[in-house]
């Protein structure tokens, strides 16, 4: 494997608890680009891009700046961004803060999909009760240290 970075690299998606998204793109520039990095066709950028903004309900915002959009909104884009590339191993890192419940559990429900399909999902979050959902293994981490694993439930 360390002979094959880009494989690697093609293989993982990540979403930050930050937002990192470019002021001056849109959220289709934001989409394209990302997967012009990872060398998806034209074809598979636009069938991705279009799965992606109706999965995080922004149809209606693709040429819109992302300076103009809201938090809740900037915040499913970063989702979309880290889901772009159909990834086998995603880390999210808070990545539901600041969605209102309903995009949360359509967020979730598409997690656990791709998840059973094969995706490796590494999640943190403070709401223990999705931890307790859609977690086949849980860690508590206190001051850094991981105090307990186990399955969820026990």
Partial sequence: MKHEPEKIRESIGIVFQELTLDRDMTVKEILEYHGRLYSMSKAE???????LVSLVELEGKKDTLTRHL???MKRRLEIARGLMTQPKVLFLDEPTIGLDPQTRI???D????INH???TIFLTT???DEADQ??????????GKIVITGSPGS
């Fill in 117 to 119: 399909q094969g995706t």
């Fill in 70 to 72: 809201s938090g809740g």
């Fill in 106 to 108: 359509r967020i979730w």
């Fill in 126 to 128: 403070h709401y223990m």
């Fill in 45 to 51: 950028r636009q069938e991705r891009i279009e799965e």
């Fill in 134 to 143: 859609l977690s086949d293994r849980i860690s508590i981490i206190d001051h």
């Fill in 110 to 113: 598409y997690l656990r999909d």
